[in-house]
């Protein structure tokens, strides 16, 4: 899921100082020696577990944060098999909420973050001023949260992909959770959304209902989209599942770089394309070698991303199997990375 970051007024995935809200998503992640942060997203810092490959400074490991949603394995998975099978290195995968892996980035707790949605008090702090973490680049993708409703209910009614329209179909997307409001559902509460500001500050007839995971909200669309139902959800691209289940975009008030600078609580606004981002512990970009300069060359498309993910999500292949597959077919894409 994901997406501006700042602390979290209410629950929610993927915001920013700018971008403030964000991010989101979350299915269970496969990883060796998995670390699962003790808070959600917008808590200070992660448990003090660490992986045994976090900065060896003289041996040729690398430990990846990985986030909870499937791009996020994807992109991990991918830069896993390649380091180890091309490059030679041990590589470890910590999964780690968004704004605790930047804590654990600083620290070497982690090497490598390779899809942030925009922190960017995270990166003032950790980037400009105490200069523990480097910058890497974009990751070729562009992340973008929105509400979505499904194609086939939006060609029946058109005016539901405005804003201003939604109240006008509340009564016909209430659910047991959201009572006598309409539903929008939302994935995991530890997502940074402004989803409940926008619902109050925009005066909807709705309730922000959260699913629990991406997984979660995954199965909760695929089942109205099998029933043919009407749904109002948090969505965001890059996702797989469009192929599955196409959706349009309710158009929100335009987002504006003015209405991101207010306090989330205020936020009245859609949210905004962000370029997605790769962030090195500063150490391990300096002493990293043939590792830090793969992960600074690693850049790819949105639907390679797709791929990956999709193979995952919805194939049920392990990441370890989806990362083989894709690397097997897209050679042309991947040598270019290798340093």
Same mark, same amino acid.
């Given at each position: 899921?994901?997406?501006?970051?700042?602390?979290a007024a209410a629950p929610a995935v993927p915001a920013?100082?700018?971008r403030r809200r964000a991010r989101g998503k979350a299915a269970a992640l496969l990883a060796t020696g998995t670390l699962l942060a003790a808070?959600?997203?917008?808590?200070?810092?992660?448990?003090?577990?660490?992986?045994? +490959?976090?900065d060896a400074r003289t041996a040729k490991t690398v430990t990846l944060s *990985?986030?909870?949603?499937v791009g996020a394995q994807a992109n991990a998975a991918v830069a896993q098999y390649l380091l180890e099978h091309e490059l030679g290195y041990r590589v470890d995968t910590v999964q780690v909420d968004e704004v605790p892996a930047w804590d654990a980035l600083s620290q070497g707790r982690v090497d490598a973050i390779l899809e942030d949605w925009g922190h960017p008090e995270q990166e003032r702090r950790y980037v400009k001023e105490k200069k523990t973490i480097r910058a890497a680049g974009d990751l070729g993708v562009t992340g973008h949260i929105g509400? +979505? *409703?499904p194609k086939y209910w939006a060609d029946e009614h058109p005016d539901v992909t405005d804003w201003k329209n939604l109240d006008k179909y509340a009564e016909e997307l209430r659910t047991a959770e959201s009572g006598d409001k309409g539903q929008l559902l939302d994935g995991s509460p530890s997502y940074v959304t402004n989803?409940?500001?926008?619902?109050r500050n925009l005066e909807l007839d709705y309730e922000v209902v959260f699913a629990g995971s991406e997984a979660a909200q995954i199965t909760q669309i695929q089942q109205?989209?099998?029933?043919?139902?009407?749904?109002?959800? +948090?969505w965001y691209e890059p996702q797989w599942l469009f192929e599955k289940v196409p959706m349009v975009e309710v158009q929100l008030p335009e987002y504006t770089e003015e209405c991101a600078a207010k306090a989330p609580e205020d936020i009245d606004c859609a949210y905004p394309r962000t370029p997605l981002q790769k962030y090195l512990n500063a150490r391990f970009a300096e002493n990293g070698g043939a590792a830090a300069a793969f992960l600074e060359n690693f850049h790819w498309s949105q639907e390679d991303q797709n791929e990956v993910s999709a193979m995952i999500a919805s194939e049920k292949l392990s990441p370890q199997e989806a990362a083989e597959r894709w *690397?097997?077919?897209?050679?042309? *894409?991947w040598r270019a990375w290798l340093p």
């Open positions: 899921m994901a997406r501006n970051d700042q602390p920013t100082g700018r808070t959600g997203c917008g808590a200070a810092d992660m448990t003090r577990q660490t992986s045994p +490959y976090a *990985v986030q909870s949603w509400w +979505y *409703v989803d409940q500001a926008l619902v109205f989209a099998k029933e043919r139902r009407p749904f109002l959800s +948090y *690397v097997r077919k897209h050679p042309d *894409v």
